[in-house]
């Protein structure tokens, strides 16, 4: 089944501002919500593809992917679109905050459980790492889940409250005629608990600040501008929200000889003007090791040879690119007396 496109699905542009998305998707969303559309499967329809759709251009890094590659795109990175209500709500509570009530009140606290921030992280590689992939450990500093108290937030011999102002729902209810409308307990922030006593290390938040040694396998054929996902290795989730993910951007180093086009590698070889007009052969440095290509009589300066499969691996596929070898042919300087004169000979036979 082919997707619609997600700024049609919001009715936006790709040059859209985020808080022309929002307030699109807000929009949709309040129609189409199935609680004011009970049995309506079209409406529950339309509100999952709306859902897919912010989740997405909502998200910069997700925004980016999908413009530059579409729905193929995302699935690479794993995303596989609207994965439940309860979800959607955990990542947009904000959207929802003032949205009309139709179920129980006691069900709408888990709404304010959050997935944690995404970590970006940028890394530089070699060259010849791209080429053939490494393992590498690195070091980030991220929050993590306070070892004092074990992520409740509160000192030693307490725990959380159950908020006065709301009674533990999380949301302040209000009725306006037919409809029931909730709003964030500004008391409790919506998490209908408070914090009176709260833990002197995370200060109330449940996270401090650690650094965690992450190891990566970096496959071959990578290149600038490639992202590694690390499922969970983010920022931990509020109130039991499930962990970030950690994005690794590569940035390849240049090479003092070789270069890179797509998957072949590109080199220049310097050759004499002797080997130039007689042939022979040659041996050129490639990735790995060393080849030998043969040079034909009379090449001249610009001609092109070709190692197969000696370039950078498929990263989504299988094979190899190729080696491009460009000759330049050497004029000689420096010349010596007999030197000169052997030329001066070759010239005028060539009369």
Not at 170 to 191: D, E, K, L, R
Request: charged share 25%.
């Amino acid at each position: 089944m082919i997707k619609k496109d997600y700024y049609e699905i919001l009715g936006v542009s790709q040059s859209s501002s985020d808080e022309e998305i929002k307030r699109n998707y807000r929009k949709i969303a309040m129609q189409c919500h199935p609680d004011k559309n009970p049995g309506d499967k079209q409406a529950e329809d339309k509100f999952k593809e709306a859902a897919e759709a912010y989740e997405v251009l909502s998200d910069r890094q997700k925004r980016e992917i999908y413009d530059q590659y579409g729905h193929e795109g995302l699935n690479s990175t794993g995303f596989s679109g609207f994965s439940g209500f309860e979800d959607i709500f955990s990542h947009f509570g904000d959207i929802f905050e003032d949205f009309f009530s139709f179920g129980n009140t006691k069900s709408r606290s888990r709404y304010y459980t959050r997935a944690g921030a995404d970590l970006r992280y940028d890394l530089k590689i070699s060259f010849i790492d791209a080429a053939f992939g490494l393992s590498k450990k690195i070091e980030i500093s991220k929050q993590a889940t306070c070892s004092k108290c074990e992520g409740t937030g509160c000192a030693p011999g307490h725990t959380p409250e159950v908020c006065r102002a709301c009674n533990g729902r999380g949301q302040a209810v209000q009725s306006t005629g037919f409809f029931t409308i909730s709003t964030t307990c500004q008391q409790c922030g919506g998490y209908g608990k408070i914090i009176t006593w709260p833990c002197e290390t995370c200060h109330g938040t449940g996270k401090e600040t650690v650094t965690k040694s992450v190891q990566l396998k970096i496959p071959a054929g990578v290149e600038t501008g490639s992202r590694l996902r690390l499922r969970g290795e983010g920022e931990p989730g509020d109130h039991g929200g499930p962990n970030g993910d950690l994005y690794v951007f590569l940035h390849v180093e240049d090479h003092e000889f070789f270069s890179r086009s797509g998957n072949d590698v590109y080199c220049r070889i310097p050759i004499s003007f002797v080997q130039a007009a007689l042939g022979g052969t040659i041996e050129v440095p490639t990735l790995q090791d060393k080849d030998k290509i043969k040079i034909p009589k009379g090449t001249q300066t610009g001609r092109i040879f070709r190692l197969k499969g000696k370039g950078f691996p498929h990263l989504r596929g299988y094979g190899r690119g190729d080696q491009l070898i460009e000759i330049f042919v050497q004029t000689p300087t420096n010349l010596t007396k007999k030197q000169e004169e052997i030329l001066k000979e070759f010239e005028k036979i060539s009369r």
